[in-house]
């Protein structure tokens, strides 16, 4: 069975809120907990499944990105237990940001369970490191601290900004409020129309 990665709403010192986007409610789901902050990368968001996979539309039309990510999940989608699903940014299309130096095209940011639970951000790097694809760059880990959040250097140039969790386990009912995001102005606008461009692949880093 399909399921939609849910909508992260926005902090509310996002400058990339519009009317149409959701706002986090509140703040109080992450209060007391510990959180990660993780860059938020330019590219589609995709989940994988063992035998399938999808981007953020269920019907997701053919594409070349979509072709690499679909070969991508091949090579390990035998390792995804039945029911479970990794979900992650594929930024091997150039979007609005080009990138030069990424460690791969499919940055692992979240698994989910059978129950349909997200996993501890810890059991994410382990998974990450198991079938051997990164994780997005951690920004901050600690209590969490809004004036820490705020103070976050985010250059809108280079990142398309950051995004907050809880690093304990979110059911999907509870997502809305232990999960939010940081995103930088006008990326609505320039991201709109990505694929019907001509498709330009990111840069990887040079392996020593």
Not at 139 to 151: F, I, K, Q, T
Not at 171 to 198: C, E, I, M, N
Request: charge should be neutral; glycine fraction near 8%; aromatic fraction near 12%.
């Amino acid at each position: 069975m399909r399921i939609k990665y849910p909508s992260t709403p926005h902090l509310p010192w996002s400058p990339g809120l519009h009317n149409d986007d959701r706002r986090i409610p509140d703040l109080s789901g992450f209060s007391g907990h510990e959180v990660v902050v993780t860059e938020k990368l330019d590219g589609e968001n995709t989940s994988l499944y063992r035998e399938d996979l999808h981007a953020r539309s269920l019907d997701t039309r053919p594409h070349p990105s979509r072709t690499w990510v679909k070969a991508e999940r091949g090579r390990f989608g035998h390792e995804i237990p039945p029911g479970w699903r990794l979900c992650g940014e594929n930024v091997y299309a150039v979007h609005s940001l080009r990138y030069a130096d990424l460690e791969g095209y499919f940055y692992l940011f979240s698994v989910w369970d059978e129950h349909n639970v997200s996993r501890p951000w810890d059991e994410v790097r382990a998974w990450a490191q198991q079938v051997g694809v990164p994780t997005p760059c951690e920004l901050y880990r600690g209590p969490w601290d809004e004036a820490a959040l705020r103070a976050l250097p985010v250059d809108p140039g280079q990142m398309e900004g950051y995004v907050v969790r809880v690093t304990g386990e979110i059911p999907y009912a509870d997502f809305g409020r232990r999960v939010a995001k940081w995103v930088r102005r006008g990326h609505v606008q320039t991201d709109a129309h990505w694929l019907s461009k001509p498709v330009e692949a990111n840069g990887l880093k040079e392996k020593p």
